[in-house]
């Protein structure tokens, strides 16, 4: 995780359980009345199926993401909860940090957006090939 803080106004990029009308999106984190979701993106990243939810590592995959524009900063403690985002990165499932974002056509958008980062052993995981977790794909995360 970076150590720079989130701000009101500041870009993120959801690719699976978060992403508008995924199945798995928990109904306590109030997105829709925090932010805007702003469209499609991609990214390169190799996206994984983690048994029910997806994770994005290192990788040269063209991965599909969705813009979103947090406007309340004070959700992020929420979010990073949901992510496990700890203050210990060892033993954190994600950690939170910016990435380039692309259009369809690998081209940079010149836009920089948070994303939570797989930040455990991936060996044992599924590739999903074209980088694009389905909405329906997903099951409700238990923490801890």
Same mark, same amino acid.
């Given at each position: ?21 995924? &199945? ?19 990214? =390169?990243? =190799? ?8 994770? &994005? &590592? ?8 969705? =813009? @979103? =524009? ?23 499932? @994600? ?22 980062? @797989? ?26």
């Amino acid at each position: 995780m970076t150590g720079e803080p989130v701000k009101s106004g500041d870009l993120f990029v959801f690719y699976g359980l978060l992403k508008q009308g995924a &199945v798995g999106m928990p109904a306590d984190l109030p997105l829709e009345s925090s932010g805007t979701f702003l469209g499609p993106c991609r990214f =390169r990243g =190799r996206l994984l199926d983690l048994d029910g939810f997806p994770g &994005v &590592v290192a990788g040269d995959t063209l991965c599909h993401g969705l =813009r @979103y =524009r947090l406007a309340d900063a004070s959700l992020i403690g929420a979010m990073d909860a949901f992510e496990d985002v700890t203050d210990d990165p060892a033993a954190s499932l @994600y950690v939170r940090k910016k990435i380039p974002l692309l259009d369809d056509h690998t081209a940079p958008t010149g836009e920089q957006a948070w994303i939570y980062w @797989y930040n455990q052993p991936a060996e044992s995981f599924v590739e999903i090939a074209d980088g694009n977790w389905p909405l329906d794909a997903g099951r409700a995360r238990k923490n801890g």
